[in-house]
């Protein structure tokens, strides 16, 4: 059973950063993509960004620019740095990775940007 888990949220003031991590229990080169997703209270959950075995990478349009996706295969761990925050930004962030024949989700971790 694969395991994600997400790390680096927390409570951040406007134009702040902050970097989240999502730790894979197996290789990453096992997914197709992996990707962050985010859900903010009474909203569905929606796509931020995503990044392919590749390495090709796809934004949101209301990131982009803002935040990053990136990957270390070495430890297993996909991250999303994120700057110039916005209120907007406030939300439960999942990490999710595109197996063959499954799809994995992690438990999610707050990021909350106070105006």
């Not at 991590?21 to 903010?40: K, T």
């Not at 796509?47 to 392919?52: D, G, K, N, Q, Y």
């Not at 209301?62 to 270390?72: A, L, N």
Request: proline share 2%; hydrophobic share 35%; aromatic share 10%.
């Amino acid at each position: 059973q694969v395991q994600l888990v997400e790390s680096g949220g927390g409570l951040v003031q406007a134009g702040g950063s902050l970097r989240l991590s999502c730790a894979a229990s197996e290789r990453l080169d096992i997914f197709n993509r992996v990707g962050w997703y985010r859900q903010a209270p009474g909203n569905q959950r929606e796509l931020v960004a995503s990044i392919t075995s590749s390495g090709s990478t796809n934004y949101a349009d209301s990131v982009k620019g803002r935040f990053t996706i990136s990957r270390d295969s070495a430890k297993n761990t996909v991250y999303l740095q994120m700057i110039s925050l916005k209120p907007e930004d406030t939300a439960v962030y999942y990490c999710k990775a595109h197996g063959i024949y499954i799809n994995y989700w992690g438990q999610g971790t707050q990021v909350t940007v106070s105006s």
